[in-house]
Every structure is written in C-alpha cells, then in structure tokens.
C-alpha cells in the first residue's frame, strides 16, 4: 500500500433498477448501512494499490454485481446469490418477526428475536466474506453492512 492510500469505501451507489418500493424501516437500514460504510470500512479489493474506492452495488441474471473503482483500479465481480439466499430470506422473515414483536411483544419477546436476527446477520455477514474471498478482502463489520445492502437489492416489492 503507498504512503497515504486507505481501503476504504468513499462512496456507494445502489442500482435503482434493482431496489423495489422498500417500508420506511428498509430504507433506513439502507441509509444507515451506506453511512456506515462511508464512514467507517476495511475494504481491500485484490491488486488495488490503495483507495479510497467507489462501490456500485446491483443484481445481475440472479448475481450480485459489484463494481469498485479507485485510484488506478477499476474491477467488475459478479457473485452468485445461491448460497446467500436462504439467509438473505430468513432474515427478511425475521426482520418482519421483530417489527411486530416490538409493536406488542414482551421485552423477553422483542430480545429473543433481536438475538436471531443478530445471528442471521451475522451469518449473512460472514458468508459474503467467504464469497468475497479472494476478490476483495472485508472486516466483519464492513461484510455486515455489505450483508444489509444485498438484503435491500434482494427485496421484491
């Protein structure tokens, strides 16, 4: 890495083609994600000499595109969502769990669900870093907010 350069995400777009009508809690988690990884992320594409780096995130023939460019650096990856998907929809179920138990739910209740969407989360997280692996090498935290950004481009309205 040259003197001064960082791996990090300086910016991220997603594909508006492949976001649907998203509830207001969706569109936060998108906007917190976003901020988060501008804000804070380990992001080290494979062969970049250094960043910071633009993300454009979308869906392609059922695949994760993603497209990083930097300073001299410039990539295209398409991954497939196979082994994402049963994740990226248990999560959704249990994402929906935890907005009606905190409408009416026991506390004991709501942090039961938290707990599982938490692992969920994290599983997702962890599998897309697997996926990632020797593309573009991520922290656990940067992977969870990537994993909040596939799970709004696998939404369907």
Do not use: W
């Not at 295209?76 to 994402?84: D, F, V």
């Not at 870093?129 to 090498?137: Q, V």
């Amino acid at each position: 890495m040259s003197e001064g350069a960082t791996h990090r995400i300086k910016g991220i777009q997603l594909d508006p083609d492949g976001l649907s009508g998203a509830s207001a809690e969706v569109e936060h988690e998108r906007r917190v994600a976003i901020y988060d990884l501008v804000e804070e992320s380990d992001f080290r594409p494979d062969g970049a000499p250094g960043g910071p780096y633009d993300l454009m995130l979308g869906l392609k023939d059922n695949r994760l595109s993603m497209d990083v460019t930097g300073p001299d650096y410039r990539r295209g990856h398409m991954l497939s969502l196979t082994p994402l998907r049963g994740v990226v929809k248990d999560y959704e179920l249990i994402c929906e769990s935890y907005l009606q138990a905190v409408r009416g739910a026991s506390q004991a209740q709501i942090e039961a669900v938290d707990m599982g969407r938490r692992g969920l989360h994290d599983e997702g997280a962890r599998i897309l870093k697997e996926r990632l692996d020797g593309k573009i090498d991520v922290d656990h935290e940067t992977s969870r907010r990537l994993f909040t950004l596939v799970v709004a481009l696998c939404k369907r309205g």
